[in-house]
């Protein structure tokens, strides 16, 4: 029995690479990632040597590359975390959005169907294609409005809002047309380790130690649902293992928070636990920037159906997990180094050679 796991040289699929190879019992895990700016394969050094886990470069949209891994491997389930995942470089450059997820997850659902419809008895019964999505296709909430439940109607406002919608889409008429065995999980803002620091919560620690500039865009109060990486992942595996097919599960922390008290908080972690030489606050370096175009002004997850159908609960709260980051930021500068100077993509060479 093998998992089939697209992106997990990325933020969220590296961290489940990573705790599901911890489990003493794992499955094998087969890992397909294009490795674009965003797949770091030293998230996974640790796993180097270990025969659970198999590497392979390659890109969802390759139907032929996929068919291939799926026959090869005989996965008993998919798990698609491959995306180009950053609203800002979305609105720059939209195109490279629609390719992977939306033309990329119809390759794979593609080749999935394909496979699926070769199996038989047991392994056809059992097989399962987990699509990893985020809460964002729902849209913008206004101050008063009741958390996104699954059943809200979709109002993708970006242009990755839009093609992770789209991919979800066509996730969900692949399970009403053809059968295909499907679940689906839509997930707040993601934080934790190995995290690309061009994203909230690392770019102001990573800034605020370089003595630089904590760019919050517009006024600041705009609020997302925070949710520990690690709880995301403990939440992907209960759905893939107790979810009803066919399902969409919503996942958040229950942890709305403005911007700008994120990046307080960030900045009070830092004040305790790596002062400033000169004793002034990091929260001197916020300076707010012009907003982003079309920002959605809130996010706000209701989680009731994954914790009362799947007895599923975060095990971080934001103050626990939030510190953990930090630390793990504080104890890892050589992993944000890398990042930075790119030389993370040398390092792919080196470890992997021609195999990546
Ligand atoms: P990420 O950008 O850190 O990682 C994406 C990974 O996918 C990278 O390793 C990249 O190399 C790989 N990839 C990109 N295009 C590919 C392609 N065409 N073929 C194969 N691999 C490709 O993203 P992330 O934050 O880890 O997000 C993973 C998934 O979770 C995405 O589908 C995203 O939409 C979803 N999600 C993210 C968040 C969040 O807060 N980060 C929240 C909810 C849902
Ligand atoms: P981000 O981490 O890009 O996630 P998303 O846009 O998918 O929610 O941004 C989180 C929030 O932080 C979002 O409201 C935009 C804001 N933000 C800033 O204020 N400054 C920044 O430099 C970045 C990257 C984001």
Redesign the pocket.
Known sequence: MTLLV??????????FVLDWLAQPEAEPVVN?????????LETLASLHGDTRHHFVR?????QALMAQLLADHQPRAVI???????VDRSILGPE?FV???VV?SFRLLEAVRHYWGSLQGAARADFRFL??????VYGSLGPGDAAFTEDHRYEPNSP?SAS?AA?DHLVRAYHHTYGLPVLT???????GPF??PE?LIPLMIVNALAGKPLPVYGDGLQVRDW?Y?KD?CSAICRVLQAGRVGQVYN?GGWNEKANIEIVHTVCQLLDELRPRSDGQSYGTQITHVTDRPGHDRRYAIDASRLHQELGWKPAETFDSGIRKTVRWYLDHPGWVERVQSGAYREWVQTQYGAAA
């Open positions: 697209t992106g997990g040289a990325g933020f969220i699929g590296g961290n397909l990632d294009k490795l674009t700016y965003a797949g770091n390659g890109d969802i949209a390759d698609n975390f491959a995306a180009e995942s950053h490279t390719q992977t997820n990329g699509h990893v999505s985020t809460d964002e990755y992770k991919s999980t839509n997930c707040s803002n993601n934080y995290h690309f994203k949710l990486v995301h996942v």
